[in-house]
């Protein structure tokens, strides 16, 4: 379906930060995958083109670099915004990443919203559920936008939604 441009003023789309729940932060994982290229670069720069052992070295310096692209594809927006909600007339999209699928529930389809404090369930008509985390939303204005956005939403779809906490 093509936007409109009715359809793009009306939609929200809220940007995600990488989830904070890691066994290593960014930092770490950005600095073990620099040093794991400079070491490879170095004993390659050290060693004879030719030798038996040499291929090891590309293959762990393929590897390094793969997980350095990675890291930074998961944790910034180099390439773009990656993790989001997009709320649409049409739509709820959740993307939490580069390397992991869309979730997407049509607004039709919603048979009721619960909101939480940081979190929101949706539960479809055919009994399918979507449950967005909204401990990644970056900013509580946008938390506040999108849950406005959902409670407009609600009203003019008459689909149940409800409220799990008294803070907004």
């Known amino acids: 379906m093509s936007p409109t441009s009715s359809n793009a003023r009306s939609s929200l789309i809220v940007q995600l930060s990488p989830t904070r729940n890691a066994l290593l932060s960014f930092m770490v994982q950005f600095t073990l995958a620099l040093s794991w ?5 170095y004993i390659l720069a050290q060693r004879d083109p030719f030798s038996e052992q040499t291929l090891l070295y590309y293959i762990f310096l393929f590897v390094a670099l793969s997980f350095l692209v990675y890291v930074v594809l998961q944790n910034t927006s180099v390439f ?3 993790s989001y909600i997009e709320v649409t ?3 709820i999209v959740h993307k939490e990443g580069v390397f992991r699928k869309k979730e997407m529930a049509t607004i039709p389809e919603i ?3 619960q909101l939480a404090r940081r979190s929101m369930l949706i539960q479809e008509r055919n009994g399918a559920e979507l449950l967005l985390n909204l401990r990644q939303v970056r900013k509580k204005r946008d938390v506040k936008r999108l849950k406005d956005k959902i409670s407009e939403l609600a009203a003019k779809y008459q689909f149940e939604m ?3 906490d008294t803070k907004k």
């Open 37 to 41: 290229v400079g070491w490879a670069v």
């Open 111 to 113: 048979k009721a919203v």
């Open 89 to 91: 007339p049409e739509y």
């Open 80 to 82: 773009g915004v990656q």
């Open 162 to 164: 409800s409220t799990l």
